[in-house]
């Protein structure tokens, strides 16, 4: 059985105190870095229009930051399934909501994607929040996705992206837990320490981790090409795909 439903896993305190990933993960922080000079790079399909980009996954909105900055001629509409996350994103984002540059729903992925024409959008991009998924609801993902971009148009996503090889995916995954640990106990926030422990056994159980080479297949079988890994460190990827233009 095919499962479209969309988890809430950062409701409650984990989503209260996101801030503390960047904290434990500085990575984190320049992946979102790396979304927005690659959507900064990205040539518009039509010059006479704004670009249309859509955000999986707004969460605090650290990564719609950094696209909203990228380009003047963006318009930017990121999506999230989480009270809590967006509340913050709402704050930090307020002067770009304000200006009409930024628009923030409140639901969840696959849902909002399905409300979308086809050949409608320009760049779909996201971070750290396809990996959240379960595998089976991610790959209806993915298909939407396809099915809203237009022509030409290009997925990019900043996320975990889990190692082919198990051995090597361990060390890191062991690496994290020990960054965890060493931040958090220094800071006395042995409560957050539970959740992301908790959350990491989510990521890494077998019907949410999000391996490369599978998910590569995932996306050439959807019919994206130029699928390209523009960037690694550690578990952290930057992957793109592109719509084919005769699609």
């Given at each position: ?5 969309a ?8 989503g ?5 990933l ?5 990575e984190a922080?320049?992946m979102?870095?790396?979304i927005?000079e690659f959507?900064?790079?990205s040539?518009k399909?039509?010059k ?6 859509l ?15 990228s380009?003047?001629?963006?318009c930017?509409t ?5 009270p809590?996350?967006?509340?913050q994103a709402?704050?930090l ?6 200006q ?11 849902s909002t ?11 779909v991009?996201?971070?750290y929040?396809?990996?959240n998924?379960i595998?089976?609801y991610r790959d ?7 099915r809203?971009?237009k ?7 900043s996320?975990?992206y889990a190692?082919?090889d198990?051995?090597?995916q361990t060390?890191?995954v062991?690496?994290e837990v020990k960054?965890?640990?060493?931040t958090l106990?220094?800071?006395n926030r042995i409560d ?7 959350h990491?056994?989510?990521d ?7 391996r ?6 995932t996306?050439?079988a959807i019919g ?8 690694r460190h550690?578990l952290n990827?930057?992957?793109s795909g592109t719509?084919p233009?005769d699609s």
């Amino acid at each position: 059985m095919v499962n479209t439903k969309a988890e809430r896993l950062f409701s409650g305190l984990i989503g209260e105190e996101y801030k503390w990933l960047h904290i434990m993960l500085p990575e984190a922080t320049k992946m979102s870095t790396l979304i927005g000079e690659f959507v900064a790079r990205s040539n518009k399909l039509n010059k006479e229009q704004a670009l249309n980009v859509l955000e999986i996954g707004c969460g605090t909105g650290i990564t719609t930051l950094a696209l909203v900055n990228s380009r003047e001629d963006i318009c930017l509409t990121s999506v999230d399934n989480e009270p809590t996350m967006l509340n913050q994103a709402r704050k930090l984002l307020s002067q770009w909501i304000e200006q009409g540059k930024i628009t923030l729903i409140e639901n969840d992925a696959l849902s909002t994607l399905r409300e979308l024409p086809p050949n409608s959008v320009d760049i779909v991009a996201s971070a750290y929040t396809l990996h959240n998924f379960i595998n089976s609801y991610r790959d209806r993902v993915l298909a939407e996705i396809f099915r809203v971009l237009k022509p030409n148009g290009v997925f990019v996503n900043s996320d975990r992206y889990a190692l082919d090889d198990f051995e090597a995916q361990t060390q890191q995954v062991q690496a994290e837990v020990k960054r965890y640990f060493e931040t958090l106990s220094k800071m006395n926030r042995i409560d957050i320490l539970e959740q992301w422990i908790i959350h990491l056994f989510s990521d890494e159980s077998p019907h949410h981790v999000m391996r490369t080479s599978q998910s590569l297949q995932t996306m050439e079988a959807i019919g994206f090409h130029s699928i390209e890994e523009h960037y690694r460190h550690g578990l952290n990827a930057l992957i793109s795909g592109t719509k084919p233009k005769d699609s």
